[in-house]
């Protein structure tokens, strides 16, 4: 999560591109805005936690928090409590909830309105703003998107029917 959170901050609009489709709500605009952290701690009723990904915008009236789950489950209300632990200290009450998974996951295992991604769906999307935006990326942001793919498909979290790579640098 950490190469991803990197990534959602340093290559612009990479975030609307990969959320906003699921987030009506939220401007496309205030996608840019938002800073994104990793394994941020939160306390909580039952004692300390760490969100994978935390995404919030400057003044931090829309929080996102992003749960990776690979080769894990989701642990007893444990997004409720991250969702709860945000809202008090970013004192909003715009919290949104994405999961990434390895596999697709159950509704019945997160809260309900949370988005549920694999990490193949990042991978696809990837694909696709590479494939439109090409000849308006930098060459290091091409680079960037590319070897993020790479990293997801060498280390097992996606497939991919076609390399990403045949996206070539301007």
């Not at 009723?45 to 003044?59: A, E, F, M």
């Not at 989701?74 to 004192?91: G, S, T």
């Not at 193949?120 to 494939?131: H, P, R, S, V």
């Not at 000849?135 to 497939?159: A, H, K, P, Q, T």
Request: glycine share 4%; charged share 30%; hydrophobic share 35%.
């Amino acid at each position: 999560t950490e190469a991803f959170a990197w990534l959602l901050n340093e290559v612009q609009d990479l975030s609307a591109e990969l959320f906003a489709q699921d987030f009506h709500d939220f401007e496309r605009n205030k996608w840019n805005e938002i800073q994104w952290e990793t394994q941020k701690t939160i306390y909580a009723d039952v004692g300390r936690g760490y969100i994978d990904l935390l995404g919030r915008t400057i003044d931090s009236s829309t929080c996102f928090i992003i749960e990776n789950k690979t080769g894990t489950d989701f642990h007893d209300n444990q997004l409720n409590r991250y969702c709860d632990a945000i809202k008090k200290e970013c004192r909003t009450k715009s919290v949104h909830l994405i999961t990434i998974t390895e596999k697709p996951t159950s509704k019945d295992s997160v809260p309900e309105n949370t988005v549920r991604l694999r990490w193949n769906d990042i991978n696809e999307k990837i694909k696709t703003y590479l494939a439109e935006k090409n000849d308006s990326l930098s060459e290091r942001d091409v680079f960037l998107l590319n070897d993020f793919s790479d990293l997801l498909i060498n280390g097992g979290l996606c497939m991919s029917s076609e390399p990403i790579s045949s996206v070539v640098l301007k």
